[in-house]
């Protein structure tokens, strides 16, 4: 039987094209069968919605009798204190579903999602990993530039969809290894949290 996930993003039209395929990907490595949604009703909008205790009570008020591991997926846009705030919503969400299967994990992406899709293609040789990952505007600096080259900028979402699909190939051996601190976190804490006890 297949575990239900559902991915909450702070603004899915462009995010769930990121998130899926590499979340997937995710769950194949923990050898999970896992049936992986993105949530987009409601849309929240961006991550001041997304960081809001009440739009996540209703998401997993709404949710929770048919979901396993609810993912909360933002941007870390370089705010130092976004992982403590995801830390009290982990908190507040295991008290709301206590006495439930349910799980609910939080993880800011460092600094953008789209930098877990960079992580798993060929970039450009000039291009510095470490500068890339630190700066606090890595779509328009990289994804963007990158996908302008690849002749993808004017595709729908801007080429995610096709680029986080081949990116996700490579998410063993470069998504998982390249973005330790975020991805291979949450796939860790995830495990974790699957375990039976």
Request: net charge neutral; hydrophobic share 40%; glycine share 4%.
């Amino acid at each position: 039987m297949a575990t239900n996930v559902l991915v909450i993003p702070e603004d899915f039209r462009k995010d769930q094209y990121v998130l899926k395929p590499i979340i997937e990907k995710m769950f194949v490595e923990l050898d999970v069968k896992a049936r992986v949604q993105v949530c987009r009703d409601p849309l929240l909008g961006g991550v001041g919605e997304a960081l809001k205790w009440e739009r996540l009570e209703e998401i997993l008020e709404r949710y929770k009798g048919m979901t396993r591991v609810f993912l909360l997926v933002v941007d870390r846009d370089c705010e130092v204190s976004r992982k403590d705030k995801l830390k009290a919503l982990e908190s507040r969400a295991a008290k709301f579903l206590a006495g439930t299967k349910c799980v609910f994990l939080a993880e800011a992406a460092q600094q953008e999602v789209e930098v877990w899709v960079l992580a798993g293609l060929d970039l450009p040789k000039a291009w510095v990993w470490k500068d890339l990952r630190a700066h606090c505007d890595p779509k328009e600096a990289y994804y963007d530039v990158l996908a302008k080259e690849r002749g993808l900028f004017d595709s729908p979402y801007e080429g995610r969809d096709h680029l986080a699909k081949e990116a996700a190939r490579n998410y063993k051996n470069r998504i998982r290894t390249l973005c330790k601190e975020d991805v291979g976190e949450l796939e860790r804490r995830v495990r974790d949290a699957l375990e039976p006890p």
